[in-house]
């Protein structure tokens, strides 16, 4: 592939970089059983944070994508983390993530405009956290397996 449509390719997927100056590590929610977990058990891995509702038809259309990212890589230094985003019951969200066979991390977080890891414009939104903890890119909408794939791949160059 051209090196300026490899360049075009990544423009497009992530929309917004930020810039933080705490990283992720200081951001905790609780997981489906309530126990409060930290983006910092990440630290040294690329991470995945994908933001998502029960409700929303777009992230349904991802989520196989995120899954299948997640399986081909869960044994490489890249881990995913979903983020409920939106007021649910717990028992509910937990059959849910069973009835979808989710397999990865998923925690759970009130619906507000600003996150640790920055803004929560619309859902899907998925942000990127490289090894060292640092928010390196974000999206809004649908991202695919080939496209976190190629980001990460650059970037480690």
Known sequence: MAKWLTCLMFSALMIFVVVTKAGA?????????GKTQSLDQYKGKWL????WAT??????????????????NKEKDIAVVGINFET?????????????????????SEPVKTTPLGPVPALPTTYIIDPQGKVVAGTI??????DLENYIKHKKG
Not at 55 to 71: D, H, R, S, V
Not at 88 to 108: A, E, G
């Open 25 to 33: 590590v200081n951001y905790e929610l609780p997981d489906l059983d």
């Open 48 to 51: 995945i944070v994908n933001y």
């Open 55 to 72: 409700w929303c038809g777009t992230c349904m259309k991802e989520l196989p994508e995120l899954i299948t990212f997640y399986e081909n």
């Open 88 to 108: 649910i019951d717990k028992n509910r969200l937990k059959q849910f993530v069973l009835d979808k066979n989710i397999p990865f991390s998923v925690l759970s």
């Open 141 to 146: 909408g649908i991202v695919t397996r080939d």
